[in-house]
Structures are given as structure tokens and as C-alpha cells.
């Protein structure tokens, strides 16, 4: 008879699928990562771990995931030529940056991936972009930056851009007592996406606002907001 876990296993569990997931993303050898972990969770833990993970990158085909769905169908709309440039010497961060912003377009086009931000992550030599969506908690006070740090330093990409919707004021408040979350409800406030990231060396950052334009065709377009001072968004939130 299988009995409920504790919430110390679960936890161990999910510390175990999350490293099992970061040794997928940089390409490590199964066998390597396979006996580490089990030396350092215990077979049991490994192979709950690699259920979960199973699940949550829709691996399972018994069970359905959204959201795993949504990365795959919008990342597979960017440009085939540029993506298998990807872990090559002609890729650089800055491309990097490009591929990252273009995908994020498709994903605020996405019935699923509308507004949902993502950390995309990039490590020299890897053949692929990880792709990170931030769910916060339905009822938290937090907001998706909470959690950036804490990605970034547990992946040690050699760069990462975080992209994500938010509400900005478009007028100085008369008042300086404004509550988190109250700027939504601000009739002056606008949608729009920020961009930011940068390097492990910190010498290659990005920090872009972009006002949400619908063309002709019904399609969300993101217009640079070049008046804005991008400076002014460095938080200590960031990593």
C-alpha cells in the first residue's frame, strides 16, 4: 500500500528533478548524473524525480501539459536556420538576445503563452536555449522577478534574459503611498513587455521596454519604448 509523502520528501524529490533537468539542458552524461544523484538522493528519490520531470516536460503522454505544449509550439516558430546556430562559435549573446526577444512575441501571441513570463538561458556550446516559464502562485504577493535570482544562480547559465509582461504608469502618481499591484488598476497604466538580462561576466546586459502594438492582421508587435531609460530598471532583484 503506497503511503503519502512528507513534505521533506517532496521537497528532496523536487530538488532532485530540478538538478536531473539542469544535467539534461547542459548536455551531461546519463550515467554520470544517474550515479551522482542516486549516491546523493537514494534511488527511490531518483526515480520519483524522473517521473516528475517526465510530467512536467510532457513526457508523459498520459497526462496533459499546457504549458510544456505552448513552449514547444512557440519556440518551434522561430527561424530553423538561426536556432541550429545555437552552441556554434558564429553564436553570440547578442544573438542570444535576438532569438529570445523574437521567441517571447510568439509566446504574448499564444493563447497559453499570452503573458506568461519566461527565463531563456544560454550556456556556451550548448546546442540548445533553455526555456524556463515562471508560474507564481495563484493568491501571492510575488512577482515572477522574486524568483529570477534564484533560477539564474541554480543553472549558472553564461547568460540568461527574463521577459515578462507588466503594467507601467503612464503619469507621476499625485501620491507616493502606492501598494504593490495597485498600478494595475491605474487607469493610466499600459501593458507592456520587459526585457532584461545579461552575462555571467556582466559585461553584455540588455534591458528593453517595449509598448504592445495590434497591426492590421490582429497580431501583437512589440514597439521599442526608446524614451524610456532602461537604466532606470536595474533592481535587487536582479541576479
Known amino acids: 500500500m503506497s503511503r503519502d ?24 552524461d546519463p550515467d554520470v548524473v544517474f550515479h551522482r544523484l542516486r549516491k546523493k538522493y537514494g534511488q527511490h ?17 498520459d497526462v496533459e501539459n ?11 516558430k522561430l527561424d530553423t536556420k538561426r536556432m541550429k546556430e545555437v552552441g556554434k562559435k558564429t553564436f553570440t549573446v547578442d544573438k542570444f538576445y ?15 503563452g499570452r503573458a506568461l513570463p519566461i527565463v531563456f538561458l544560454y550556456i556556451d556550446k550548448n546546442r540548445k536555449i533553455g526555456v524556463l516559464p515562471i508560474e507564481v ?6 512577482s515572477p522577478m522574486d524568483y529570477l535570482k534564484q533560477i539564474v544562480y541554480q543553472e549558472n547559465p553564461d547568460a540568461y534574459c527574463f521577459c515578462g509582461e ?14 504593490y499591484g495597485d498600478i494595475i488598476n491605474d487607469p493610466s497604466s499600459k501593458d507592456v513587455v ?11 546586459n540588455i534591458n528593453h521596454v517595449y ?29
Open 211 to 239: 509598448d504592445l502594438v495590434l497591426n492590421d492582421i490582429g497580431v501583437l508587435e512589440f514597439h521599442e519604448m526608446k524614451d524610456i531609460d532602461s537604466t532606470n530598471m536595474e533592481s535587487e532583484k536582479l541576479p
Open 98 to 112: 535576438k532569438l529570445c526577444i523574437d521567441g517571447y512575441q510568439h509566446f504574448m501571441n499564444d493563447d497559453v
Open 137 to 142: 502562485p495563484e493568491g501571492s504577493n510575488s
Open 66 to 76: 499546457p504549458i510544456s505544449d505552448c513552449i514547444n509550439r512557440c519556440m518551434g
Open 5 to 28: 509523502l512528507t513534505d521533506k520528501e517532496k521537497d528532496k524529490i523536487m530538488k532532485c528533478a530540478k538538478e536531473l533537468q539542469s544535467s539534461m539542458f547542459r548536455d551531461e
Open 166 to 179: 507588466a503594467s507601467m504608469n503612464t503619469k507621476r502618481p499625485d501620491k507616493n503611498d502606492y501598494k
Open 194 to 204: 520587459i526585457i532584461q538580462g545579461n552575462t555571467k561576466k556582466g559585461d553584455n
Open 45 to 61: 528519490t531518483v526515480t520519483l524525480g524522473m517521473k516528475l520531470l517526465e510530467r512536467s516536460i510532457g513526457m508523459d503522454k
